[in-house]
């Protein structure tokens, strides 16, 4: 087992290039499915998630060609119904998202039940309400483990109205309505950059959807024939960015993360503004300019544009070593705490009681060996580790690597030592 190591106390200077976006990334590769003809995908993060999807669409007969480092092209022509194995299909969250593309191009859809970060239980039910509401007949075997879903007419555009703000199930409604006949309204819909970023894949595919970042959404059903392949890069990464931020705001330093759109950090930059350091905006980077000494801060995560819940460990990180009490409340999902039990064993004061979190600052972290319960948590604990004095061990380095592409040589060229072992080194 792969383990990465830190040794803390050290500040950061220079750039790190942030990525594409892995949550952008996978709806576009899953919807490639959909069109006729190549689609050349570029900016794309190679980390396990992508990988994985790569796999499940190569099941259903998808051809996927790497062009370079971070491109690839799909060619879905000779695609065709066909069993993915539940163990690719339980690895990933987003493999659910095969169940829209494979409706809007064949009219039936089977997948494994869904994998990914089990912070807490993570239900479809909004989901499997958009396929019903579209005209499919959507049957879950938790026996068999997988979802079906079947089209007794056919695809018909309809409102569906989503009882919570779900990006999940915005997005899958999205796929499975862009062929349907007739017009689909999206309401209470996830306005999240990547939802945006698969409308415009789609349209530049030639779909016709308009209102994505708003909360209504309206598309147009095209014939799945138009739908012809094209070339197109995926927004970068705006949690790969703030995780980055929250590590320079914490270890101290002056780095330049680039590649980015800032308009997509706007919460995140000014809650590190609330805690002392310094965010220098320009059109594709920011600058994170900090001592190391923060203020106490209350937040509450919300859907986009609310503070990102994706960013939640990373800032009780920095919460951790503010001056003061701070409050932090997970607003999105029904659990999202179970690393606070790391953060303890390396000196830290947090009480949990159901979705908040009280943190009381502390001067210093200590060095512990500590587990990724999940992705962010894990990038959580690198910048705990970062900041704690002598060497920190994280396990269960897999699960960073789902959604960090290296993480490790981007934060050891700006002067953090951090470094990773496997199984052989130790
Ligand atoms: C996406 O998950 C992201 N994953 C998550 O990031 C992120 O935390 C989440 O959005 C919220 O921003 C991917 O994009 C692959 P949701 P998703 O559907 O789509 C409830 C990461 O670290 N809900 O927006 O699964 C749900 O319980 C991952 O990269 C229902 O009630 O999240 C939650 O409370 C972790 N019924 C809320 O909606 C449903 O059918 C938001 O979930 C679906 C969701």
Redo the contacts with the bound molecule.
């Keep these: 087992m792969k383990k990465i190591l830190v040794n803390g106390g050290k500040q950061l200077f220079g750039s790190i290039p942030i990525s594409g976006m ?2 952008a990334a ?2 576009v590769i899953y919807a490639s499915l959909i069109v006729s003809g190549k689609c050349v995908i570029e900016n794309l993060p190679m980390v396990n ?1 992508v990988l994985v999807s790569f796999d499940i669409l190569r099941a259903v007969g998808v051809k996927v060609e790497q062009l370079s480092e971070t491109s690839v092209c799909i060619d879905a022509e000779n695609a065709a119904i066909a069993k993915v194995p539940s163990e690719l299909s339980n690895k ?3 493999s659910y998202y095969l169940l829209g593309a494979e409706l809007a191009r064949f009219e039936e859809a089977e997948v494994g039940l869904p994998g ?2 089990d ?11 958009a396929f019903e509401t579209l005209g499919a007949k959507v049957t879950v075997d938790q026996n068999a483990g997988t979802i079906r879903a079947d089209v007794p007419d056919c695809l018909q555009g309809e409102t569906v109205f989503f ?9 899958n409604a999205m796929l499975a309505s862009v062929c349907a006949f007739g017009n689909t309204v999206i309401v209470n819909a ?1 306005r ?1 950059p ?1 939802v945006v970023d698969l409308a415009n894949f789609l349209n530049t595919c030639g779909a016709d959807i308009a209102g994505a970042g708003t909360d209504t959404i309206k598309i147009r059903g095209v014939a799945q024939k138009k739908l012809h392949g094209c070339t197109y890069a995926i927004i970068p990464d705006m ?1 790969e960015a703030g995780t980055y931020m929250a590590a320079v705001a914490a270890a101290g330093g002056d780095v330049t993360i680039t590649n980015v759109i800032p308009k997509h950090l706007e919460t995140i930059s000014a809650k590190l503004c609330d805690m002392g350091a310094k965010v220098i905006e320009d059109d594709t980077s920011v600058r994170v300019v900090s001592d190391g000494k923060l203020k106490h801060t209350a937040i509450k995560t919300l ?2 544009p609310g503070f ?3 960013m939640q460990p990373q800032f009780c990180v920095l919460m951790c070593l503010a001056e003061g009490e701070s409050t932090l409340i997970e607003g ?3 659990n999202r705490f179970k690393y606070v039990d790391e953060l303890k064993r390396m000196g830290a004061k947090i009480t949990v009681n159901d979705k908040t979190a009280k943190v009381t600052g502390v001067d210093k972290l200590h060095s512990a060996s500590v587990r990724a319960v ?3 948590a894990g990038a959580a604990m690198i910048i705990a580790a970062l900041c704690a004095e002598a060497t920190t061990a994280v396990e269960d380095v897999h699960l960073i690597e ?2 960090y592409e290296n993480i490790v040589s981007k934060l050891s060229n700006v002067g953090a030592d951090i470094f990773s072992l496997n199984a052989g080194n130790y």
């Design positions: 892995k949550n996978l709806p998630d990933i969250r987003a990914g970060c912070f807490c239980v993570r239900p479809i039910d909004q989901h499997i309400k009882d919570t703000v779900t990006v999940g199930a915005t997005i996830a999240e990547h949690i859907p986009y990102a819940t994706d999105v999902w029904a999940d992705l962010r789902r959604g």
